[in-house]
T-cell receptor
Framework: DSGVTQTPKHLITATGQRVTLRCSPR?????VYWYQQSLDQGLQFLIQ???????AKGNILERFSAQQFPDLHSELNLSSLELGDSALYFC???????????FGQGTRLTVV | DAKTTQPTSMDCAEGRAANLPCNHS???????VYWYRQIHSQGPQYIIH???NNETNEMASLIITEDRKSSTLILPHATLRDTAVYYC???????????????FGTGTRLTIIP
């Protein structure tokens, strides 16, 4: 157990809908990273926050957004969902910008 | 981030040492070598990292060549639970804005054979 908690573990929703994925960091972790892993693809970096501020953006669609709250938990919002958004979504957190990151167990999103 | 090259797959007999190679010939002086693994569809698990010296922890050893252009992750006594995809990642370990993310490649699928 990495200490990083992601909820929900599974999510099934219809096309066009909007969902919110939540990530609770380990105690003291200020950095959070979001990744997407589709069935036939590797781990794709989406976005990174550090202490509430956005640090880096990867291949994140405009329909997706994220934020990190004052209590350091983070949410990834996915809207106008398409079938191709079905994937595992992982968050990882770390104490600082320079430390190793620890991953949660992911949210499996299925869009039908 | 520097690119890494890993074998697509490897087999190792249970109880033997598993040696996973990684080439990172364009690594920069401020880039560390990190290893993660992903068991089935679980979240990636941090294993070890290093800069230029060999490192060892309770999970594995990391051997980095003197020129830092390649490294080897060693699992000393592989068990069936070590079957996973292993990712070698080079990553800047500094506070340069936006350079701290982990960029995953395709990794090595390690299968431990009973």
């Amino acid at each position: 157990d990495s200490g990083v908690t992601q909820t929900p573990k599974h999510l099934i929703t219809a096309t066009g809908q909007r969902v919110t994925l939540r990530c609770s960091p380990r105690s003291g972790d200020l950095s959070v990273y979001w990744y997407q892993q589709s069935l036939d693809q590797g781990l794709q970096f989406l976005i990174q926050y550090y202490n509430g501020e956005e640090r880096a953006k990867g291949n994140i669609l405009e329909r997706f957004s994220a934020q990190q709250f004052p209590d350091l938990h983070s949410e990834l919002n996915l809207s106008s969902l398409e079938l191709g958004d079905s994937a595992l979504y992982f968050c990882a957190t770390g104490q600082g910008l320079e430390t190793e990151a620890f991953f949660g167990q992911g949210t499996r999103l299925t869009v039908v | 981030d520097a690119k890494t090259t890993q074998p697509t797959s490897m087999d190792c007999a249970e109880g033997r040492a598993a040696n996973l190679p990684c080439n990172h010939s364009t690594i920069s002086g401020n880039e560390y070598v990190y290893w993660y693994r992903q068991i089935h569809s679980q979240g990636p698990q941090y294993i070890i990292h290093g800069l230029k010296n060999n490192e060892t922890n309770e999970m594995a050893s990391l051997i980095i060549t003197e020129d830092r252009k390649s490294s080897t992750l060693i699992l000393p006594h592989a068990t069936l639970r070590d079957t996973a995809v292993y990712y070698c990642i080079v990553r800047v370990r500094s506070s340069n804005f936006g350079n701290e993310k982990l960029t995953f490649g395709t990794g090595t699928r390690l299968t431990i054979i009973p």
